[in-house]
């Protein structure tokens, strides 16, 4: 059993920045994909960032594409989410996941754990 937690959320204007982190727990998952999604209020959760197990591959969603940087640390058992030039439609609640496989995907259902999210805020 994997557990995640979500930290790094918080309030910041247009154009800021935040990094995110994933910390898992309860195995190492350097042998798993891991992913990003988010969910802003009244929309269904989207894809935003994948990576695969050792972080040579990396995915985007366009709309975040060029902005956003996903990352990993194995030793640490962490994954981060760099996210720069931010825009008020990034508000969202993050969450992490992770895939029991070493390939990226950005289907959210191929991910067999879930972190409980982080709130992220972007004021105009």
Aim: proline share 2%.
């Amino acid at each position: 059993q994997v557990q995640l937690v979500e930290s790094g959320g918080g309030l910041v204007q247009a154009g800021g920045s935040l990094r995110l982190s994933c910390a898992a727990s309860g195995r190492t998952v350097s042998t798993y994909a891991m992913g990003w999604f988010r969910q802003a209020p009244g929309k269904e959760r989207e894809f935003a960032a994948a990576i695969n197990y050792i972080g040579s591959t990396t995915l985007y969603a366009d709309s975040v594409k060029g902005r956003f940087t996903i990352s990993r640390d194995n030793a640490k058992n962490t994954a981060y989410l760099q996210m720069n030039s931010l825009k008020p439609e990034d508000t969202a609640v993050y969450y992490c996941a992770v895939r029991s496989n070493r390939g990226a995907t950005m289907l959210a259902y191929e991910y067999n754990y879930w972190g409980q999210g982080t709130q992220v805020t972007v004021s105009s």
